[in-house]
């Protein structure tokens, strides 16, 4: 009996050790789901005591699960479960979920599985016992401690039990879903005022705008890296404008999107590809990103607006493993810039270099190795590696858009960055609880064919390539790039705007 009070009390502090010193992970938050640990813990034993094993089971459900699941979270994102959170978690699909599982499960995370569950099934049988002696001894410090521990939470998400923050949580993003929902049907009756384009109807123009994922620009040799990641956009370096110093204004693909493609950060107050249609543009969105059926995620929504779409990558029918590569979107990219429509745009959007970072190019762009034979190291090389296939793939589609000899620009950029280096220590991917600069510095690029130039003399004229700038305005920028106008365009917004002479 003895043996099972020790066991009892030092519950909390067993895991606190196994978390800090054996699994390594130092972080506050699991210091205060610990301190719910000996609450949670008591509960049963104070008022359980003979009841049902079914009670006993339901409340194991309810208290150690949410537990369990949190601190899962917390191993792999080093943050607690949020309403973000259950946004990747359900637009998500099969092999987006294979993938991330792949990636992210580690011994670490085994050993704190089965010790968790271990340690949980112990009280469990011994649960009887337990309530024995601390009826006996410690029943009125227990809630007094019970009551005071609830006054100081109260109203405190942070502190909430964890059965309580899922739900509360889970409750926010539905909310947000629902909102979103009814958006799109507000979405397909929106209308700009004043729509204007500044080149005149007969004019061809084809617009093409590629938005990367998670490429930092500074594992690019065009930005300065050492190796040579983007050879190709090297050897034209000359015919490109590299933007120095833009960052994407979230790390969190979903938010950074949906900056890119709505004006002020929501949807009922216009998008990108609306905007297009009323100033007479054939719209294509062409995606290697995955498909998320029946879901009212950002780039379902502006896809549904397009006239046009292709979704290639065909990995969530559950038949297929392993996702395409960003190459599959190149024939139908070849095929759109010859639609018969005079004036068109194209998005398109990469997976580029979203994590597992190997599994994003074909085996011919193996061509970095790890330096030192750590997981770290791998990882910067396959990292390097996507970036490298990345060049390529939009080597390809700028020289089949050259091909046509219109009028015509291609903007490249990525959704956001990523944080990959060998330190063991700095964090990884991207990740807003833990956000990091790498994770926001991102590639801006553009090309232009010589009849826009032609067209275009003055507006060209004085690009700052130094400008700092964030996507947040990217949507302005798109506007004047693409010499749009409307009211709600605001020029001072754009990137071009400062020093150009119009
Ligand atoms: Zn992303």
């Not at 973000?84 to 987006?96: C, H, I």
């Not at 770290?376 to 089949?400: H, P």
Request: proline share 3%; aromatic share 16%; hydrophobic share 40%.
């Amino acid at each position: 009996m003895f043996n099972c009070v020790l066991l009892y009390i030092s519950f909390p502090f067993l895991l606190e050790f196994i978390l800090k010193f054996i699994l390594n992970i130092s972080n506050l938050i699991v210091f205060n789901t610990a301190l719910l640990m000996p609450l949670t813990l008591i509960f049963p034993f104070l008022f359980f005591k003979n009841k049902t094993n079914l009670l006993k089971i339901l409340y194991i459900f309810l208290v150690y699960m949410p537990i369990f699941i949190n601190i899962c979270h917390i191993f792999i994102f080093n943050s607690e479960i949020s309403c973000a959170s259950y946004a990747s978690m359900f637009e998500t699909n099969y092999q987006e979920f294979i993938e991330f599982f792949q990636h992210f499960i580690s011994k670490n995370l085994i050993i704190f599985i089965v010790l968790f569950w271990l340690i949980c099934g112990l009280f469990y049988i011994f649960s009887k016992e337990l309530s024995y002696e601390i009826d006996k001894f410690k029943k009125p410090a227990i809630i007094l401690f019970a009551i005071l521990y609830g006054i100081f939470c109260f109203g405190d998400i942070r502190y909430k039990f964890p059965m309580e923050k899922l739900i509360a949580n889970y409750i926010e993003y539905k909310i947000e879903q629902i909102k979103d929902k009814n958006l799109l049907k507000i979405m397909k009756n929106f209308s700009f005022n004043n729509v204007k384009s500044l080149i005149k109807n007969d004019q061809s123009e084809l617009y093409v705008i590629v938005i990367g994922e998670s490429a930092n620009r500074d594992h690019m040799s065009l930005y300065g890296e050492a190796l040579k990641t983007t050879p190709r956009f090297d050897s034209i370096r000359d015919e490109l404008q590299i933007f120095e110093n833009v960052r994407s204004k979230y790390c969190c693909t979903f938010k950074a999107l949906k900056t890119i493609l709505c004006f002020d950060e929501q949807l009922k107050n216009g998008d990108i590809v609306t905007l297009f249609k009323q100033a007479g543009f054939k719209t294509f969105w062409l995606s290697n990103q995955y498909y998320i059926e029946n879901s009212d995620n950002i780039t379902t929504i502006i896809s549904l607006l397009c006239g046009q779409k292709v979704f290639v990558n065909k990995a969530h029918r559950r038949t297929k493993l392993s996702s395409n590569y960003d190459g599959d979107l190149v024939e139908h990219f070849a095929k759109f810039v010859h639609d018969s429509a005079q004036k068109k745009v194209i998005f398109v959007h990469l997976l580029g270099s979203h994590f597992p970072y190997a599994n994003r190019y074909p085996r011919e762009f193996d061509v970095f190795f790890p330096t030192q034979n750590t997981k770290k190291s791998r990882e910067v090389a396959r990292y390097n590696n996507s970036i490298l296939y990345t060049d390529y793939i939009l080597f390809k589609i700028l020289n089949i858009i050259k091909l046509l000899k219109i009028n015509s620009y291609l903007l490249y950029f990525s959704d956001h960055g990523e944080d990959v280096t060998e330190d063991p220590e700095s964090p990884h991917c991207h990740n807003e609880s833990i956000a990091s600069p790498p994770m926001f510095r991102i590639p801006f690029i553009i090309w232009l064919s010589d009849e826009y130039k032609k067209l275009n003399e003055n507006f060209i004229k004085n690009w700052d390539l130094n400008k700092q700038y964030n996507t947040g305005d990217v949507i302005h920028s798109i506007i004047d790039l693409s010499r749009l106008n409307c009211d709600s365009f605001n020029k001072n917004k754009s990137i071009f705007y400062e020093n150009s002479s119009k």
